[in-house]
């Protein structure tokens, strides 16, 4: 018996018409994108093509199953203009992950413009919760909040790398908190015009330290609008949990590199995190073209210079980069992240990664704090700062605190007439 496709010859699983999965995909594509010619309409091909090029277009077939996936509806809706190719009309489509998941196709195959996806989410998410308040005053003090400060923010961060979740779930509780001050004050028969001196400190006894950071910005930009008078904010230090023991450190960091109970992905992140006190937010944003080789020495892109590995963790990134997951599909088969994610262009979601870096029983606040306080008890923290991409304030705020004799060390250029970089200094 032949299992040779009817159509291109393929052998393999065939489906209806003794076709095979690729060119039953490109049947479905063909019906679900026609423009009423029997062909995909002219503006979509190139969608329809990125979805061919799939290397395992099982799963591409799967997603289009006949009346089980919602985004089989949206793709009609595109094909016959009843969804405009925008972004705007994206915003309020539903079910809303499969309308999101479709559009980072979009932009991944240049029908859209590129957006950075958590932009994108926050607005969606403003949208539903401005339109389930009952008060139109509060709303429009919100959206005025939202357009000319909280939007503004997030796209200058953009610019400079792409936002994390952590970083939208953060300005959507400033939203929130401003939320509930609007309505704090409607419940005592006031408005925001109100507001005096005594409303912010009653505010900030009744409240946590969290809640009141995220009603700062708020208040600030209402004060600068002066849409109320202005006041002195009470501080909202936040205080941080200690560091892990260097030695349970460094038997975390053997265990990791040893145990290959856990999976490969997991065991690469915590590496990075126990060794180079990275945040599992910035683990997600590495690419493999920072995993850089030079002669027998591999490197470490994060920040400047680029910081080596030692044998076994290098061995154990290398085993991961050529074993990497979620490359199969449409959506990331081409992915540059180190970690490439489920979605296009996307890499994987850092409370994904951070859930399974915990799983390998790493607890990524501790020992993040444990690696950065060795580093600047071992180099400068200027030094520690350029190299791992931490501001210097922050390192030299954490080598005051850890006692290190070099808080004296001035950053700069410390080669002698040689050329060789100086000693560690004595303390005086």
Known sequence: MSYACSRCGHEGKLHGGRRCTRCTLADRLTELLDDGTGRVHPRLVPLAEHLLSMDNPLSGLAWLSYGRHPSAALLRGLASGEIPL??????????????????????????LPVVDKQILLFERWLHEHLAGLTDAEHAQILRRFATWNVLPRLRSRAEARPLTPAGRRYVGEQIIQATALLDWFADHGRTIADCTQADIDAWHVRHTTSANANLRQFLLWAAKTRLIRRFDLPSTASPGGPPLPERDRTALLGHVLTDRTGSLRSRAAAAILLL???????????TIDDIIREGDQILLRLGDPPSPMPEPVAALLLEYLGQRTNMRTATNRDSRWLFPGRRAGEPLQPSTLSTQVQALGVPSIAARAAAIRQHVLDLPAPI????????????ARLAAEAGTTWSTYAPGDHRGEEGSVSNRPSPE
Not at 86 to 111: I, K, N, S, V
Not at 276 to 286: D, E, F, M, N
Request: net charge positive.
């Open 276 to 286: 180079y006190a990275q945040p599992v937010s910035r683990i997600t944003r590495l």
């Open 384 to 395: 520690v700062a350029t190299a791992l991409g931490y501001h210097q304030v922050t390192t």
């Open 86 to 111: 925008t972004h705007d009309a994206f915003r309020t489509l539903q079910p809303w992950r499969a309308a999101a998941h479709l559009r980072e196709l979009l932009m991944a195959c240049g029908l």
